[in-house]
């Protein structure tokens, strides 16, 4: 199980943070990520991490603006979002066990799902 937190409003150039607390699955498999899909769009690779060590991988629209991080003792995935503009407003999800590559998209675990809007 995946439940993220974090999402709300936020003005452009501020700053977010996503968290996601996973449970009943092994943390440590292959990569966790976050994906967001807007309405009407298709859902768009964010970020990635590699749990098994400090590989990190980003979206190029997202990159210098979002960092993804782990704490594996609290098995929680972080989604730091800073500067964010109006085209990240999107329902931002958390994902585990997939490519990292992938940037969290077609993971085999997913949330439900956090709402971020960005004005």
């Known amino acids: 199980q995946l439940v993220e937190s974090g999402g709300g409003s936020v003005q452009t150039g501020g700053s977010l943070r996503l968290s996601c607390a996973g449970s009943g699955f092994p943390f440590s498999a292959s990569c966790m990520g976050w994906f967001r899909q807007a309405p009407g769009k298709e859902r768009e690779g964010v970020a990635a991490?590699?749990?098994?060590?400090?590989?990190?991988y980003y979206a190029d629209s997202v990159k210098g603006r979002f960092t993804i991080s782990q704490d594996n003792a609290k098995n929680t995935l972080y989604l730091q979002m800073n500067s964010p503009k109006p085209e990240d407003t999107a329902m931002y999800y958390c994902?585990?066990?997939?490519?990292?590559?992938?940037?969290?998209?077609?993971?085999?675990?997913r949330g439900q799902g956090t709402q971020v809007t960005v004005s």
């Open positions: 994902t585990a066990d997939g490519p990292c590559l992938w940037y969290g998209v077609g993971y085999k675990y």
């Open positions: 991490i590699y749990i098994g060590g400090d590989s990190t």
